[in-house]
């Protein structure tokens, strides 16, 4: 079930539910090694990755997390394995799990990022009653499977702390109208684009990440610059490096 974190924040804060935990871990190929490795090494290889991630695609079968692989373009990251699971631990192990393969010896660590599926009361007023349909639609939101999109985009963001624009001492109302102004402009890609935010305060570097999935990488283009003319963004928001990269079956590795 989803816990409410409502006991260590002010009046102010923002009460917010969590769900799973999210690792976006990104690999390098390091082609020296992989030339180095004989043709029954480089199989043997190519057999244990692609038997990992049919064990992560089992666990996304029986909703006890979910997984995706991208192939990422630009010379930030080759690769993303992207995992959602109930608990850091098992973050850590499906971290460890690649690393103890073969492939691991090629595929070097890159960037990564942790954090927690997250949704906020700002746009839902904590006036409003209970309703069963719209629980099992939060629900969906907090443990979601990923979407089978063929493209995905991500980036971390922070809210910024400085004089004249520090979202941190704005009153929560005024808050929570700046992120319904923000949603309603999200709410035009909406047939296009599946989004997942998560939460990283206290987890990572940056404060969120932003995962985006479409099967036009145009429409992050789109996306993104549709919503950084809102206010909440224009003024707020900081944001990090954009990894972009297209879905891959496991056997075409």
């Known amino acids: 079930m989803a816990h409410e974190k409502d006991g260590a924040v002010s009046e102010q804060g923002p009460r917010t539910l969590e769900g799973w935990f999210v690792l976006h871990d990104f690999r390098r190929v390091r082609y020296d090694r992989w030339r180095a490795l004989s043709s029954s090494e480089q199989h043997t290889a190519i057999e244990q990755l692609q038997e990992l991630t049919r064990r992560h695609q089992a666990v996304d079968a029986a909703r006890r997390g979910s997984f ?79 979407p ?55 987890l990572d570097d940056w404060e969120w990440g932003v995962t985006l999935f479409a099967d036009d990488p145009l429409v992050f283009k789109h996306v993104v610059t549709s919503m950084r003319f809102d206010e909440v963004s224009a003024r707020y928001a900081e944001f990090g490096p954009f990894y972009v990269g297209h879905r891959i079956p496991p056997d075409s590795l």
């Open 148 to 202: 089978r999109k063929s493209h995905v985009c991500f980036y971390p963001m922070n809210k910024r702390r400085c004089e004249g624009a520090n979202w941190y001492l704005l009153p929560l109302e005024q808050r929570r109208a700046l992120m319904r102004q923000h949603g309603m402009s999200g709410k035009k890609f909406l047939d296009r684009v599946t989004q997942l935010v998560s939460g990283a305060i206290g």
């Open 68 to 146: 995706g692989l991208f192939a990422t373009a630009g010379h930030k990251a080759d690769f993303l394995f992207l995992h959602l699971r109930p608990k850091l631990e098992d973050l850590i192990e499906v971290e460890r799990a690649l690393d103890q393969t073969l492939a691991g010896s090629v595929l070097t660590r890159g960037p990564s990022f942790v954090s927690v599926v997250e949704l906020s009361n700002y746009v839902v007023a904590r006036s409003e009653k209970p309703d069963p349909q719209r629980q099992q639609a939060v629900q969906a939101r907090l443990f979601p499977a990923l």
